[in-house]
């Protein structure tokens, strides 16, 4: 069955620090992978993802992430933080075979930036 | 223009009664979900439809009954509140059902007391 694992339930970084959050998951084929962001009290917004070819992805706000196949894992990264970095931050991954459109999401990582 | 909408932000109502809350997308999407948030920030799906077609339904109880009206609008009703229903709901919507970006709707925080 498809899971994520997002070991660190919340992390603390001062402000212009770099970041990693981490983000491992259980797929039998080739995942799609996704990070999302969520800002208090709103939806989630889509920050990259990683389907296919380049195994290292852009996102928007500065953020980046390495798909990782034979470590299962597709970790987030930032170079310096900014005090907005500050949300909760949620790793999912999607079926590449049927037809469902089903995300399974990680428990979320809290980041807490540091003035 | 917001892309997926839901009514309404708020709900706070009381065991026993029936609510619904209204999801509407104006990106052009064929696929709608519903998904439930916990207490503890936990998501997961609840529902998707394609084209109006329910294609995922997540061992949800059945007194949370979907409803699809148009490729657009993707409607949640529940009936018989419970307090364990209390939580934040997202309506979200993709261009296709395999693995594409799925956008998301504010939520809907529901209170059930």
């Known amino acids: 069955a498809q899971s994520v694992t997002q070991p660190d339930i919340h992390i603390t970084v001062s402000e212009g620090a770099s970041l990693e959050l981490r983000c491992n998951y259980s797929y039998g084929a080739t995942p799609y992978l996704f990070w999302y962001v969520q800002s208090p009290g709103q939806g989630l917004q889509l920050l990259l993802k990683?389907?296919?070819?380049?195994?290292l992805v852009q996102g928007i706000k500065g953020f980046e992430a390495e798909f990782k196949r034979s470590q299962s894992s597709f970790n987030l990264r930032k170079p310096s933080v900014h005090w907005s970095d500050a949300a909760e931050y949620f790793c999912?991954?999607?079926?590449?075979?049927?037809?469902?459109?089903?995300?399974?999401f990680g428990q979320g990582t809290t980041l807490q930036v540091k003035p | 223009d917001t892309a997926v909408s839901q009514t309404p932000k708020y709900l706070v109502t009381q065991m026993g009664n029936d609510k619904s809350i209204k999801c509407e997308q104006n990106?052009?999407?064929?696929?709608m979900y519903w998904y439930k948030q916990d207490s503890k920030k936990f998501l997961k799906i609840m529902f998707s439809y394609n084209n109006k077609e329910l294609i995922i339904n997540e061992t949800v109880p059945n007194r949370f009954s979907p409803k699809s009206p148009d490729k657009a609008h993707l409607n949640l009703h529940i009936n018989s509140l419970e307090l364990g229903d209390s939580a934040v709901y997202f309506c979200a919507s993709s261009a296709r059902t395999s693995g594409d970006t799925q956008y998301f709707g504010p939520g809907t925080r529901l209170t059930v007391l």
């Open positions: 990683y389907f296919s070819g380049d195994t």
């Open positions: 990106l052009g999407h064929d696929t």
């Open positions: 999912a991954v999607g079926s590449s075979s049927g037809n469902t459109g089903k995300l399974i």
